[in-house]
C-alpha cells in the first residue's frame, strides 16, 4: 500500500466531431473493415479539425470537468498535461491551458510518458499532494494523434484518434483514492515504436517516419502482454489486494485484442475491462480518462469502487495504480 491524502474528485472528456470510419480508411489504404476490427476492435475514430490542437482537446476535456462538479476550479494550483502531440514545442499545453483558465496560481508543466501518461500525471499529483506541496491538481491527457500520423501506413493510420481526457485530484485525506502504484520502463524497447525527430538514428537504427509515427506492432504487443500481465501481479500482491477484489480494470486502449489476452493472462474477467476504442482509436495518454469518463456517464462505475488503470507505450514505459474511485454522483 502507498501513502495517500488525494481523491480524485472529477472527471471530463472531449473528442472532436469529425468521425474516420473503417471504410473511410478503405479508401486510404489497403485495408478493409472485418480485417481491422477482427485484429485491433477498432470501428472509428475522431480527428481534430485543421486548425484544432492538442490545447483546445484539453480545455474543452476541463470545460466538461467543470460541467459535473461541484465544487470550483478557481483555487487550482497545479496543472499537468501528459501529451506527445503539444501545439508547440514550447509553451507547454499546460501553460495555454492555464492561461485560458485563468488559474493565475497554478504552476504547470508537460510530461511525456507516452500512452503511460495520465496514469504517470495522476502518480505525480498524489505525490504533491500527499506532500504537503499542492492541495488540487488538474491532470489532462490530450493528444491530437492524427497529425503525426502517416495515412499512406496501414499498419499505424487505423490505430490512432484524436481527444483529451481530465482528472481533478484535490486534498482529501479521509477518502483517498491512491492505494498502489508500479511503475517501470525498458528504454531498450525504443526503437519499436517511436516518432522521429532531431536525431537520425536510434541504438544505432536508421529512423524512419518523417516525424510521424513508426511502429513495430508485434515487438509492441509481445511487450505489453508479457509486462502488463506482470505489472499488475506485483501491484496487487504489494498491496495485499486480489483480483477478485476489483470492480474494474482500466487499460491503455491500444488495442482490444491485446486487452483480451491481457486479460486472460491476469484472470482479470474481460468484462471488467473499461475500455475507449472502438469509437475513439487509439488516443495515447487519453484513453484511459477517455474510458473512466464513459464508464462514469452510463453509470457503471460507482463512488468507492477499487479499480486498477495501466497505461503502457513508447519509451518503452509503463504505469499502473490501484485507486478507489473518488468521485460521488
Known amino acids: 500500500m502507498i501513502t495517500s491524502s488525494a481523491r480524485i474528485s472529477g472527471i471530463g472528456a472531449y473528442v472532436p466531431e469529425r468521425i474516420l470510419t473503417n471504410e473511410d480508411l478503405e ?17 472509428e475514430r475522431r480527428i481534430a479539425a485543421e486548425e484544432e490542437f492538442t490545447s483546445h482537446l484539453c480545455i474543452r476535456a476541463v470545460q466538461d470537468l467543470a460541467a459535473s462538479y461541484k465544487g470550483t476550479l478557481d483555487d487550482v494550483d497545479m496543472v499537468i498535461v501528459a501529451t506527445t502531440t503539444p501545439d508547440y514545442p514550447y509553451p507547454s499545453v499546460a501553460c495555454l491551458v492555464q492561461n485560458y483558465l485563468g488559474l493565475t496560481q497554478a504552476g504547470a508543466l508537460d510530461i511525456n510518458a507516452t500512452c503511460a501518461g495520465f496514469a504517470y500525471g495522476l502518480h505525480l499529483a498524489n505525490g504533491l499532494i500527499t506532500a504537503g506541496l499542492h492541495r488540487k491538481v488538474l491532470v489532462i491527457a490530450g493528444e491530437t494523434m492524427s497529425k503525426v500520423t502517416d495515412y499512406t501506413d496501414r499498419n499505424t493510420c487505423i490505430l490512432f484518434g484524436d481527444g483529451a481526457g481530465a482528472a481533478l485530484v484535490e486534498y482529501d485525506p479521509d477518502s483517498p483514492s491512491f ?59 504489494t498491496s495485499a489486494v486480489g483480483i477478485d477484489e476489483l470492480e474494474w480494470f482500466v487499460p491503455h486502449s491500444a488495442n482490444l485484442k491485446m486487452i483480451e489476452s491481457i486479460c486472460e493472462k491476469t484472470g482479470i474477467a474481460v468484462q471488467k475491462a473499461l475500455t475507449s476504442a472502438e469509437y475513439y482509436g487509439n488516443t495515447s495518454s487519453a484513453t484511459i480518462p477517455l474510458s473512466l469518463q464513459l464508464a ?4 457503471s462505475l460507482k463512488f468507492g469502487d477499487r479499480l486498477v488503470i495501466f497505461g503502457f507505450g513508447a519509451g518503452l514505459t509503463y504505469a499502473g495504480l490501484l485507486l478507489r474511485w473518488g468521485i460521488q454522483d
Open 27 to 43: 479508401k486510404l489504404v489497403d485495408t478493409n473493415d472485418e480485417w481491422i476490427v477482427q485484429r485491433t476492435g477498432i470501428r
Open 179 to 237: 492505494e498502489g502504484a508500479v511503475l517501470g520502463s525498458e528504454g531498450s524497447g525504443g526503437k519499436h515504436v517511436y516518432r522521429s525527430g532531431l536525431a537520425a538514428t536510434l541504438d544505432g537504427m536508421p529512423l524512419e517516419g518523417e516525424g510521424k509515427i513508426y511502429q513495430n506492432g508485434r515487438e509492441v504487443y509481445k511487450w505489453a502482454v508479457r509486462t502488463v500481465p506482470d505489472g499488475i501481479s506485483r501491484l496487487l500482491e
Open 296 to 299: 462514469q456517464r452510463s453509470g
